[in-house]
């Protein structure tokens, strides 16, 4: 049997991903994330003195927060594996990332195996989105230059 | 010509005791009645996984002796392995027990490669005890071949989950009443060109496909001949694969092909295809096959342990897959 009759084969039997339910369950999961962000937000709109713009920064600790303890108690992984990309796309997953990798390299010590490791996963979105972010941001500024838009 | 890869033991060197350790989730196996001791915790009250793994093996080491009246002074050869980096877990159990050691890599397919070994030095008379086997831990091998165990991933429903078990075999020279390993074939590696590390059992297929082929022809055996040909750890999705190819082969698949990591945790959906692990196929051969033999079920038995040859390394370089599977006949007269 040669590669290309064994991938065919191996395709045929291996049980199919079911994308559609899956991106449903990432719809739900990660707006039901986002639904809770919604709402700490207003909390921090409605008893401190934020505005729609400055509550994302609390709201966004805050997630983080609320995430690290689901990791650290072991809840995240569960709300992965149902949420597949809706649970690691917002905030909370870029802080279960984090804190997972953290908990992970604890028995290295505190120096080479937490502190050179949390970001194991994470660097990559922190390297990727401020990459990003500067890319946006250069194509904006032209376009503000030009006329096209305004800030 | 002579048969390459296939050996043929003189003096039948007999498995005269077992030990098997597992961890607090293993629990959920329907294999749990004959496994010698359990864990309620993970890291089986040491410090690290590491350090745990190390103690189950010391364990399964300890319980295999003690059954044969023995104690570590008895043993002459102590050949184990596992999936950490370096063998550390298995080292560190040789250190402890102070048999004399060979740390032995063939990933999953550890537990009969061992095996194989032990009953070679004891054919040759420089063996009366030699302890064999292999064990896994989950959360040490995941974090190193895949990601820090409370990472929210998805797992697909091919991925297998990383046993935390450890199997081991006493074995010596020929004892009448026990099972005895009477011929062996060593895997030659295959490589379909298999890259996905969540679908191994799709990896492993054509290997145990390949051994069973080569092990029939080269011993002159039938399937019938078999009361059980049961492969390591192909689970559910390598399982199916590995009998449609052994199928086009020529050979009949009957009920006596059975897989260990398919049979593992039974039919529970929360380990997605069943086990992996080098300690999945030595806990089920040395516990559940082992058992039935000693009742005098199984005559005769072919063991083919599967095992990925892969590193975190190289399929992150974009290699493939190479795959291996060692097989064992035991037979029980």
Known sequence: MNEKKYAALEKEI???TPYLRNCIKAFLVGG??????????LFYMTYFDFTERTSSNPTVSTMIFFAMLLTGFGFYKKIGQIGGAGGSVPITGFSNAVVSAAIEHKSEGYVLGVGGNMFKLAGSVILFGVFSAFVVALIKTILVKLGVVSW | MVARGLLTFKTNPSIASTGVTAGPLEKKSPFVSLFDKMYDEEQSGAGTNEQGHAKMMEDA??????????????ADFLLIGDLVNQMTPSNFCAATVGIPYMGMFSACATSVSTLITAALLTDSGFSKIAIAGAGSQHNAVERQFRYPIEYGSQKPETSQWTVTAVGVAAVTPNKKGMPSIVCATIGSVVDLGMTDPLN?????APAAADTLQRHLDGHGTKITDYDCIMTGDLG???FELYKTLASNNGIDVTENF???????YGEDPSFFAGASGAG???????SEIYAKMLQGEYKRVLLIATGAL???LSFQQGDTIPCIAHAVELTMK
């Open chain 2, 236 to 238: 559910k999705t390598g």
């Open chain 2, 310 to 312: 892969l590193s975190p």
């Open chain 2, 61 to 74: 080491c300890m319980i295999a002796l003690s059954k044969v009246d023995s104690v570590p002074e008895d």
């Open chain 2, 280 to 286: 999945c196929s030595s806990t089920v051969y040395f």
């Open chain 1, 32 to 41: 039901t994330i986002c639904l809770i962000g919604q709402f700490v937000a």
């Open chain 1, 14 to 16: 291996s049980p199919k």
């Open chain 2, 200 to 204: 191994m059992g799709a990896a492993m």
């Open chain 2, 258 to 264: 059975r897989d260990a990591g398919e049979e593992f």
